[in-house]
């Protein structure tokens, strides 16, 4: 059997043997086969690939995968992949995170990460509950969530991932969703080719604990009216037949719904996806139903150097430990006497 | 011991006239103390005096007197900052119980150390007389207070105008009067000029040259000054030897033997008293392909070098007792997954906050027994500088070989503490050899234990054939998740098998003294040298003790309880907290006894008794040898 890059790898190629162990319907199975149809679509040697997870239902992830994989402890999953990448820095590496295990316990290492810029790609898995712990709120949790931690309906604002990404620095911040099989494998490769760290928040659909949470812009019927699919150097226009729009209101700086043709007007008025404008981007993922379309697709890209490489372009290793024994038989060395 | 100086009270004894011939006190040893306030130099003051008496040729060992705060307010007991420096004929193990001499910036610093206990009675002091007659009231009458405590205790108090001598070369003798008072030391223990020069250039290396050479000319005044006004020398001969000899702290020893080691990565965050090796390593890793890690905190810290380890570096994280609880749980992950990594933990005072800049061995147990669930791995302290060295390399190589956690349990006294030692002849095999990534045999599993010694094969990422995931969660040999009965057993006992193979391979510790007797003293880490200064005056005085001392906490050294049941009392020193024996509501059960006390007492069945102490500083010998005579003959614990 050979090991290495094989040119007709199958999705399939990248599915190991271990049972997979989701619930039934659970969203993360689409994500599964979006990112083995990624890898094996963009062609990736499967020893090069290392999956990297904290806990919670997303981070058994690397299991699921003929990929290497960590799974690590809950939260931590970005200080494994830093290490790993820094120590190797061919390999492909990805970070497999969820809600509570990337944006509560691990929100520190997760804003690091970003505000490095080290090349990753970072997948969080938003369901805004905590499943595998039996359905408590998340970071990403409505307001009012009834769970059994807030049994008369929490009442904190949530994070929304993708903001605050904007926020620490992230230069490739991207969303789908779990169903969207097209986009979801369209901005995966899309992150992979970044080189950085590319954080996508996938919206994932929790059956059991938090069914539906998304239905205003997932369900089928709805999805076409409430989806914004942005697109770099595109008019930012939505809806079946596209016909609606975002325009920049001058007075308050806020983004505003308009239909071009309608009470004057214009498809120029119509503000055009500038994925370098980090203004413009975090403006779109504050968006949401209803009244405004959830952004998905590339939000921000802008690349800038990598920590990874410049962490290593100054390392100059020297021949074989000579350099030490010029150290201590250098300045610190004498003889008595 | 030795003879004392007149004790002349609180008035200065040198006077204009110059001292036609010095006395010279010839010692075998001698203590001295420099201590100011933050910021004026008294450390590298100390620093330079210790460093270049070991290169003439004497044993040193420095102590570094660190208030917690960077800046604490001016004339502040609490704020002495400063060093210690025992310079020996011989070899010197440790900071020895009091100073014979004493330079101070301000008589606060100075009643600090005397309300401490740590001048000799007749101790010379040497203190700035510039607040004598200061302008302001308050001060004036601290001073004419701290005098009279002082002139009480009996010291000889010589007045030093080094403020005013040094206003002929700087505005600001703040900043310069250190080594002013270096050049008195450098006259009275006969330094070697030359020497002292190429210290200061050294260490003002990348400031300007005119701050080395106005340190230089305070220095001159300094050696000027003393020859004028001071009536005594002190003799501590050098003792020429034909070893090349290095000279450096334990941080530094630590950072230069993880380069040795070969070690890759060094993943930190910054923590009191562990810092300074990652700044040594700062100024010289990359150079060895090296690469230090500041992780945005210590739980990332462990977890950055556990990632690197498991894509085939090797790498290792430094912290402290807050930081090694903060690892924890990556520590436990490193022992499941069977990922390499070293741990150095320089100790500190605990619990929590603690004493940050003070030395405590109270991290035993929880690096023994710290992490939740059963995580066998290995820990293991240096008792020496030098040992910080060659811990590294052996550590290193322990968590390569055995896949496992290595906790190196060093402390702020090793860590600030200035020795020289034989230089290091440097082999090739200390150097970790490249993982093997040649592809895996198809069928062949991640943890394919063997069965005699839980040894098995680990699969580095970029290695064909050997993708698995592996996991914190239980596992089998194929890392798949433990979801039958027999497999967390069985996975387990391969873990801890692996920590008893290591054990097998060490040899029973030597012991310092007579194979059997009265007493046994156990210790463990930076205590040995006052332990066997201890023992050695104790044997002098005919009391029948010995010690021995154990650099494997876990697995434990072999054959202890053979050992033990030679000598009618065995007692561990420690410098963390024991209940006393008699105290209010502690019986012999319930008594919480020192922490290696603790183990042995596990281990062995054998009564072992236990003396601790924590009072911030390392232990003096004088202590333990009276710890020593009120145990010999005592038998067992009572």
Known sequence: MSHSVLPQLKPRDFASDQEVRWCPGCGDYAILKAIQKTLADLEVPREESVFISGIGCSSRFPYYMATYGFHTIHGRAPAVATGTKLANPDLDVWVITGDGDGLSIGGNHLVHALRRNIDLNIILFNNEIYGLTKGQVSPTSKRGTLSPTTPRGSVANPISPATMALGVGAR???????????????????????????????????????????????????AKENQLLVEHGQPLLFGVERDRGLRLDPATWTLEVVRPGVN??????????????????????ALEPPGFPMALGVLYRDPAATFDHQVLAQVEPESEGRGLADLLYGGRTWKVG | ?????????????????????????????????????????????????????????????????????????????????????????????????????????????????????????????????????????????????????????????????????????????????????????????????????????????????SVAERSIDLLELGIAWARENLDFRVSV?????????????????????????????????????????????????ERFGGIVHQAEDEIAAAGVAIGASYAGKTAFTITSGPGLALKTEFLGLAVMTETPLVLVDVQRGGPSTGLPTKVEQSDLLAAIFGQPGDAP????????????????????????????????????????????????????????????????PEGKAPYAWDEQTGLSQRFIPGQPGGMFTVTGLAHDERSKVAYTSDINQWSSAMRSRKIAVLGQTLRPPSLNGDDAGDLLIVGWGSTKGAIEEAVARARDEGLSVSSLHLTFLSPLEPGLAEIFSRFQKVMTVEINYSDEPDGPFVTHQNRRRGQL???????????????????????????????IRSNCGAGGER
């Open chain 2, 377 to 440: 791995h290995v820990v293991l302290a240096p008792a020496t500088i030098e040992e910080c060295f060659h811990v590294m390399v052996t550590a290193r190589r322990i968590a390569e070989t055995f896949r496992a956690l290595v906790i190196v349990l060093s402390d702020a006294n090793l860590a600030t503490g200035v020795q020289p030692f034989p230089r290091p002849e440097l082999d090739q095999a200390w150097i970790a050899s490249a993982p093997d990534q040649s592809p895996v």
């Open chain 2, 1 to 209: 011991m030795s003879t004392r100086l007149p004790v002349v009270g609180d008035d200065p004894v040198f006077s204009a006239e110059q001292p036609s011939s010095p006395r010279v006190l010839e010692r075998a040893q001698y203590t001295v103390e420099v201590v100011s306030d933050s910021g004026e130099g008294a450390q590298s003051c100390g620093q330079i005096l210790g460093t270049v008496s070991a290169k003439m040729g004497n044993g040193v060992w420095t102590v570094e007197i660190i208030p917690a705060e960077v800046q604490p307010p001016p004339r502040n007991p609490a704020g002495a900052s400063g060093n210690r420096v025992r310079i020996g004929s011989g070899p010197v193990t440790n900071w020895g119980d009091r100073t014979d001499l004493i330079v101070a910036f301000n008589e606060q610093a100075l009643l600090a150390r005397h309300r401490l206990d740590a001048l000799e009675p007749g101790a010379v002091i040497l203190i700035e007389s510039m607040w004598q007659d200061h302008d302001d009231e308050g001060i004036r009458a601290e001073w004419s207070a701290a005098m009279e405590e002082l002139g009480a205790a009996g010291y000889r108090i010589i007045h030093v105008p080094a403020h005013e001598q040094c206003l002929a070369l700087t505005e600001n003798p703040y900043l310069g009067k250190n080594m002013f008072m270096l050049g008195i030391l450098t006259e009275l223990f006969d330094r070697d000029t030359a020497l002292i020069g190429a210290q200061i250039r050294h260490r003002f290396r990348k400031k300007d040259e």
């Open chain 2, 237 to 285: 001969p050098p003792v020429p030897g034909d070893r090349d000899m290095v000279v450096m702290n334990g941080n530094q020893a630590v950072a230069l033997g993880a380069v040795a080691a070969g070690m890759e990565l060094a993943a930190m965050y910054p923590i009191t008293p562990a810092t300074s090796v990652s700044h040594q390593l700062g100024e010289m890793f």
């Open chain 2, 597 to 627: 006390s603790w183990l042995l007492r596990a281990q062995t069945l054998v009564d072992v008794d236990c003396w601790t102490r924590v009072l911030g500083e390392p232990l003096r010998p004088g202590a333990i040898l009276e710890v």
């Open chain 1, 172 to 222: 490739f911040v991207a969303r789908s969703v779990d169903i969207n099989m097209g986009h979801l494998v369209d901005v995966l490769k899309q992150a992979h080719a970044n080189r950085g760290t590319s954080f996508v928040e996938i919206f994932q659909n929790c059956i059991v604990f938090n069914d539906a949470t998304f239905a205003d812009f997932t369900d089928k019927a709805v």
């Open chain 1, 264 to 285: 004057g007007v214009t498809e120029a008025d119509v503000l055009v996806h500038d994925e370098t404008n980090r203004m413009l981007a975090t403006m779109l993922a």
